[in-house]
Nanobody
Framework: QVQLVESGGGLVQAGVSLRLSCAASGRTFSSYAMGWFRQAPGKEREFVSAINWSGDNKYYADSVKGRFTISRDNAKNTVYLQMNSLKPEDTAVYYC?????????????????WGQGTQVTVSS
């Protein structure tokens, strides 16, 4: 089992950058694919990005491709989401997720483990 704690959210203006972090507990972090999802007010939770256990396979939603970058540091049990050129439509609660699967599978199937979420608000 793995526990996830997100940090780095906040209120920012459109066009700036923000980096989210997700710290995971457990000794088997490196065996998990990690991902980020988000849920905007009144909308369903949606996939944002995922990365496989080694970090060499990454997937992105079309809405964030070219602006967001996912990475991981297995030595620190941490996954990151670098968000550049933020837009008001990126406003949402961002959730970190983990599963013993592939990054590609995580983009289409709900992961097993979730963090509590961190709020990102982008003003225009």
């Amino acid at each position: 089992q793995v526990q996830l704690v997100e940090s780095g959210g906040g209120l920012v203006q459109a066009g700036v950058s923000l980096r989210l972090s997700c710290a995971a507990s457990g000794r088997t972090f490196s065996s998990y694919a990690m991902g980020w999802f988000r849920q905007a007010p009144g909308k369903e939770r949606e996939f944002v990005s995922a990365i496989n256990w080694s970090g060499d396979n990454k997937y992105y939603a079309d809405s964030v491709k070219g602006r967001f970058t996912i990475s991981r540091d297995n030595a620190k049990n941490t996954v990151y989401l670098q968000m550049n050129s933020l837009k008001p439509e990126d406003t949402a609660v961002y959730y970190c997720a983990a599963d013993k699967t592939t990054a590609q599978a995580m983009s289409v199937m709900p992961p097993d483990y979730w963090g509590q979420g961190t709020q990102v608000t982008v003003s225009s």
